[in-house]
């Protein structure tokens, strides 16, 4: 397969593609994208493995978003542990903090956040973060754990957060906020990230990119959120989707993109 282009984030595993995931997934393969499909709780990990051993474009993360930091428990760290072993996983996400939602309190959240990341770490696993309205603390955490290596996904930070993300050797991941109408500070951000940190997602079946917003999303549409980027990096399309790419599969280097 010849592969064009990787939507570095979405949830192909949610229940809002029960009806039609494998017209989804082809749709994408029929344009050569990858797929790299994290997990946001124990059973989304485990289906996230399930679909990357059924299609041959689909890599998995597995790892407990922050809303469901409160259900995590040691049995849970060993089982991630042990599905991490299965060669299409390749990264541990995602994870991180949200102080928006506040599902689990923020001393749970930080404390299964701190728990992922080691277990990346040792593991020798990259991580996809989750960061809302805890900038700083998702920077004191990664501080504590050197060495990690990550991106940060959906980012709709400052400019400022960002180049504390490059200054720790992470990636940053843009996905369908970069589209919208009120968000040319963001567009800026964009512009400056240097393109071999860069990175697109959809996060699927989220965050639809214009003129689509609102309807439910899917990997195919990673190509517009692309488009975005060149236009803000005065370069072509083609040329996002390689560097794009190419930044991707080697953050998620257990993946082959031949
Ligand atoms: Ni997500």
Redesign the pocket.
Known sequence: MNLQLCDS???LQDEAFDKDREAVYQRARAQGIGMVV?G?SMITSERAVALASQFELISALIGV?PHDAKEVDAADLETLREWSSDPKVVGIG?IGLDYHYMNSPMETQRAAFGQQLRLARELGLPV?V?SREAERDTLDLLDEVPGIRGVL??FTGSWEFAEALLSRGFYISFAGPISFKNAQALREVAARVPTDRLLV?T?AP?LSPAPWRGQRNEPLRVIRNAEIIAAQKNCSTKEVFAFTMSNAYTLFSRVSCE
């Open positions: 984030h979405c949830h994290p946001y978003h995602e996809s989750h996904h959906c997602e996060d989220y």
